[in-house]
C-alpha cells in the first residue's frame, strides 16, 4: 500500500516538472514590456498624424514606442497651457488613452512646505 503511494507521489511530481516547466517558461515572456524611444519620423504615418494633430502646435518631449504582449502603441508627451499631456496611439493611429495632469504640482508643495517653515 505504501509503495503504491509512493509511486502515485512520484508520477505527480514527475509530470508536473515535465509539463509544468514548459507551461512556465511560455508565462514568463506574456506580460512583458519592451518600451523604445523614437523620434516623431520613426513612427508609422498614422501615428505620426495624430500625435501632430493632437499636440497643435506644441513642443513634443518624447515619444515612447512600446511593445506588450505582440501590441505595440506609441506614447507621446507635450506640455500645454502648464499641464502636461500624455496620448497613447495604436499603430493605427487611433486615440487609444489621452491623459492630463496639471504641471508643476511638486512646485506648489514646495511653497506650502516653505510657508510652514516661516511660521
Do not use: C, H
Not at 507635450?78 to 487609444?96: F, H, N, P, R, Y
Not at 504640482?105 to 517653515?117: I, L, P, T
Request: hydrophobic share 30%.
Amino acid at each position: 500500500m505504501r509503495n503504491t503511494w509512493m509511486w502515485g507521489l512520484v508520477s505527480v511530481i514527475g509530470l508536473g516538472l515535465l509539463f509544468g516547466v514548459p507551461i512556465g517558461k511560455a508565462e514568463e515572456g506574456k506580460g512583458k514590456k519592451k518600451e523604445e524611444k523614437v523620434t516623431i519620423d520613426q513612427v508609422p504615418p498614422a501615428v505620426k498624424a495624430t500625435i501632430l494633430r493632437e499636440a497643435g502646435g506644441n513642443k513634443i518631449e518624447e515619444i515612447e514606442k512600446e511593445t506588450k504582449d505582440g501590441k505595440t502603441v506609441y506614447e507621446a508627451e507635450w506640455k500645454a497651457d502648464g499641464k502636461e499631456i500624455e496620448l497613447t496611439v495604436a499603430e493605427d493611429g487611433t486615440v487609444l488613452k489621452k491623459k492630463v495632469e496639471e504641471g508643476d504640482k511638486d512646485e506648489d508643495d514646495d511653497k506650502d512646505e516653505d510657508k510652514k517653515d516661516e511660521k
